[in-house]
T-cell receptor
Framework: GAVVSQHPSWVICKSGTSVKIECRSLDFQATTMFWYRQFPKQSLMLMATSNEGSKATYEQGVEKDKFLINHASLTLSTLTVTSAHPEDSSFYIC??????????????FGEGSRLTVL | GENVEQHPSTLSVQEGDSAVIKCTYSDSASNYFPWYKQELGKRPQLIIDIRSNVGEKKDQRIAVTLNKTAKHFSLHITETQPEDSAVYFCAASLLGGGQNFVFGPGTRLSVLP
């Protein structure tokens, strides 16, 4: 299957700093990538849809100024958590599909990035 | 919008027994229903999926059934093994509709040796 890679896997930062998480499609081009947030023992909640060359589409309740998404190339999307606070601590996962039209179905997930804000 | 419910939230079975996890969805337009397995701290991985034009799909010990009328679908794992222990998520999506997967809350399956 297709491979999606995230970096870093773990990040610990001080409150008030910004953290950037990268999501790469290694063997396919992805015009669309998805960013999820997962709290412990909870489900994946879609935060935003990242669109190559255009603005991301954010889900209701997700602050676009706090979670900056940039999808500058067909293989890379970045999520920047700005001015992070302890409540932003979570597991962030991206996903993408080689099927741009979304008719094949399967989404491939990155390894996830665990953010801890002190 | 779509809403997916999943039951039970936790499930413990003895090794060799069967496990069944059920999901319901609200949007009758949804036509793609994948199941993902997530081990602790790892990425979700697709284990089986079903489209709305079929009622059942099987892959070795894993099967999924879909009832479009009732808007529910189920995951069946037979002859469970300890390595089946994980969190399982169902999801509903509309193919070609933006790949917006709505996930269920998850089921933590424990297979006891």
């Amino acid at each position: 299957g297709a491979v999606v890679s995230q970096h870093p896997s773990w990040v610990i930062c001080k409150s008030g700093t910004s953290v950037k998480i990268e999501c790469r499609s290694l063997d396919f081009q992805a015009t669309t990538m998805f960013w999820y947030r997962q709290f412990p023992k909870q489900s994946l909640m879609l935060m935003a849809t990242s669109n190559e060359g255009s603005k991301a589409t954010y889900e209701q309740g997700v602050e676009k100024d706090k979670f900056l998404i940039n999808h500058a190339s067909l293989t890379l999307s970045t999520l920047t958590v700005t001015s992070a606070h302890p409540e932003d601590s979570s597991f962030y996962i991206c996903s993408a599909s080689p099927d741009a039209a979304g008719v094949d179905g399967e989404l491939f997930f990155g390894e996830g990035s665990r953010l801890t804000v002190l | 919008g779509e809403n997916v419910e999943q039951h039970p939230s936790t499930l413990s079975v003895q090794e060799g027994d069967s496990a069944v996890i059920k999901c319901t969805y609200s949007d009758s337009a949804s036509n793609y229903f994948p199941w993902y397995k997530q081990e602790l701290g790892k990425r979700p991985q697709l284990i089986i999926d079903i489209r709305s034009n079929v009622g059942e799909k099987k892959d070795q010990r894993i099967a999924v059934t879909l009832n479009k009328t009732a808007k529910h679908f189920s995951l069946h794992i037979t002859e469970t093994q300890p390595e089946d222990s994980a969190v399982y998520f169902c999801a509903a999506s509309l193919l070609g509709g933006g790949q917006n997967f709505v996930f269920g809350p998850g089921t933590r399956l424990s297979v006891l040796p």
